[in-house]
């Protein structure tokens, strides 16, 4: 694994109860699993068949409800795990995963939250992933530092309670030790520099106390620096100070200067990044809520971005992962799609790798899925 290739994968997440599957489409070999967090009900295995098919179901006894989710390997043996996140004023949960679609679920840590955000990545340089869980108001979020076997040890990081909707992780001012960057509610948005322990000084982005809810780290510019796009949400017409979506690009000591990413307002609720168009520049995805179709913001190299609605059908997102879903080397979009206690199909938009999507309903199920995660979770078909 490359520098750079480290550097993306930190920034950048049962018994099945087979329902009727839902066709992608004819010739469609979907490589990638899938796992949705339901805010009112079971949290979804996804899982392809090898003929361009999901067959859902739920993940396993124990995990319904939750607010957010992430995969990774966090007991070393080779299989995805899920943890997802809970509440409110609730422990956390590890799903163990044996490589086969099943999985055991228990409690993570002493310290009941209300979680609305999940990143997982090495945060001492231990070998084993660690957990980074982002809070509601009047909480502080949490470092849960893994032991490789799926336990973990976890403690308040010292930044500023308030609402977090977004944790990233990925090394920002360029020595060699993770860092945490949280998207907030009404306060300033903070990163906070690592020293390579687990250990955490945390300081605010910009002044903006934007209504952020989702933000993703990568190199923008291609000055070798992390760079960070905000998700912002746009909740009363401000004309004074509107809520644009934004992109922060970094001087590779910590600090950002930020600009809006395009001129309109929207109610963005996460962001992606990938090269949607296999132009060498990254492109961001921002999932929109109650305000018509999600948008592709494409890069032009030097931090700035062309967006465009991806998906004629208006729908309500509240998540999103990139994935090659059809195995032909193009990113792909997957859209958690809420609107809580209504709910709304989960989408999958395919690319042909020059900006253009093809979108459809990946589940035949109404879900208020509130986010998703992607893996390969059962053996290849």
Do not use: W
């Not at 084993?128 to 799926?150: E, K, Y």
């Amino acid at each position: 694994m490359t520098a750079a290739t480290h550097r993306l994968l930190l920034g950048a997440v049962a018994a099945l109860l087979a329902l009727p599957p839902t066709t992608m489409a004819a010739g469609d070999p979907l490589k990638a699993d899938l796992v949705f967090s339901n805010l009112t009900g079971a949290d979804q295995l996804c899982l392809r068949d090898g003929t361009g098919e999901y067959v859902c179901g739920d993940l396993a006894e124990g995990a319904a409800g939750a607010r957010a989710i992430a995969t990774g390997d966090v007991n070393g043996d080779g299989a995805l795990d899920v943890v997802l996140g809970r509440g409110p004023d609730q422990l956390n949960r590890l799903c163990r995963g044996d490589g086969a679609g099943s999985f055991t679920c228990s409690d993570i840590g002493t310290i009941p939250a209300t979680t609305s955000a999940i990143a997982l990545g090495d945060l001492n340089g231990d070998g084993t992933l660690d957990a980074v869980f982002g809070t509601g108001a009047h909480q502080r979020s949490q470092v849960c530092l893994g032991d490789g076997t799926g336990k973990f040890a976890c403690d308040e990081i010292d930044s500023v309670g308030g609402e977090t909707h977004a944790v990233a992780i990925g090394d920002v001012n360029g020595d060699g030790a993770p860092d945490i960057v949280f998207a907030r509610e009404g306060t300033p948005s903070q990163v906070c520099l690592g020293d390579g322990t687990g250990a955490f000084t945390c300081t605010a982005i910009s002044p903006n106390a934007d209504d952020t809810f989702g933000i993703a780290l990568g190199d923008v510019n291609h000055d070798g620096k992390l760079d960070a796009v905000l998700a912002n949400v746009e909740r009363m017409p401000d004309r004074a100070n509107p809520q644009h979506n934004r992109v922060c690009l970094g001087d590779g000591a910590g600090h950002f200067d930020c600009h809006d990413v395009s001129t309109g307002s929207y109610r963005s609720t996460a962001v992606a990044l990938g090269d949607l168009d296999r132009d060498g520049n990254l492109d961001a995805v921002f999932a929109n809520t109650n305000q018509g179709s999600s948008q592709a913001c494409f890069g032009d190299g030097h931090g700035d971005f062309d967006c465009r609605r991806i998906d004629p059908k208006d729908s309500s997102s509240s998540g999103l992962a990139l994935v090659d879903l059809d195995g032909n080397r193009t990113l792909d979009i997957v859209f958690a799609s809420a609107i809580v206690h209504r709910g709304e199909h989960n989408r999958a938009c395919l690319g042909d790798g020059h900006g253009a999507f093809d979108c459809r309903d990946i589940t035949a199920d109404l879900f208020d899925s509130s986010g998703v995660a992607t893996g390969k979770l059962t053996p290849p078909r």
